[in-house]
């Protein structure tokens, strides 16, 4: 079963706003976080990741939030640029293992 | 480097053919890992192999699914015989050291078509 999960198949903003990716996930013992990005008929690449003792987590136009109450995250990509279009992946591992479990991503399309 | 080579990039076979996907890691990485993605359940992680022995193969949904790595610069995924739900891209990654928060770098991927 799907313990990390994208509800949002595809989001379209304009280029120079905010897009906003979220993700849930349902085992509490995940406790690290990344996403992946991924270009078309390209492997993903690694993007940010944030470590469950933290709650924020940047990197030039790219924030990840973490909820642990809600057992929620979310990938803040600002401003917005062409180039961003792509599907992003969110993943979670857990202490024991390095297992990455993946969601089932998000197409992000940047419009000019 | 070059990155993670797979081969074929494309593949379209028949019902109840066998199919052969192939895997170059990175050279110097010790872990490799084998992935499917689908539209509704995402990256799964079928297989991976430390050092050329596979270690844990539960992600591999069936038997018909089996997974070598004769050596440390190869791997192959078959599928024996196939079906048209094994339609989907195939992703092998390899990561130098395996364990928590270790990038892992992925390959173009393979996108099989089962008719």
């Known amino acids: 079963d799907q313990q990390v999960k994208q509800n949002s198949p595809s989001l379209s903003v304009q280029e120079g706003r905010i897009s906003i990716l979220n993700c849930d996930y349902t085992?509490?013992?995940?406790?690290?976080f990344l996403w992946y990005k991924k270009y078309p008929a390209e492997g993903p690449t690694f993007l940010i990741s944030i470590s469950s003792i933290k709650d924020k987590n940047e990197d030039g136009r790219f924030t990840v939030f973490l909820n642990k109450s809600a057992k929620h995250l979310s990938l803040h990509i600002v401003p917005s640029q062409p180039g961003d279009s792509a599907v992003y992946f969110c993943a979670a591992e857990t202490d024991s293992w390095g297992k990455l479990q993946f969601g089932a991503g998000t197409q992000v399309v940047v419009t000019p | 480097d070059a990155g993670v080579i797979q081969s074929p990039r494309h593949e379209v076979t028949e019902m109840g053919q066998e199919v052969t996907l192939r895997c170059k890691p990175i050279?110097?990485?010790?872990?490799l890992f084998w992935y499917r993605q689908t539209m509704m359940r995402g990256l799964e992680l079928l297989i991976y192999?430390?050092?050329?022995?596979?270690?844990?193969d539960s992600g591999m949904p069936e038997d018909r699914f089996s997974a070598k790595m004769p050596n440390a610069s190869f791997s192959t995924l078959k599928i024996q015989p196939s079906e048209p739900r094994d339609s989907a891209v195939y992703f092998c990654?390899?990561?130098?050291?395996?364990?928590?928060?270790?990038?892992?770098?992925f390959g173009p991927g393979t996108r099989l078509t089962v008719t």
């Open positions: 050279s110097g990485h010790d872990y």
């Open positions: 192999f430390n050092n050329n022995v596979p270690i844990d």
């Open positions: 990654a390899s990561s130098p050291v395996w364990g928590r928060h270790y990038e892992q770098y």
């Open positions: 085992n509490s013992m995940f406790d690290y």
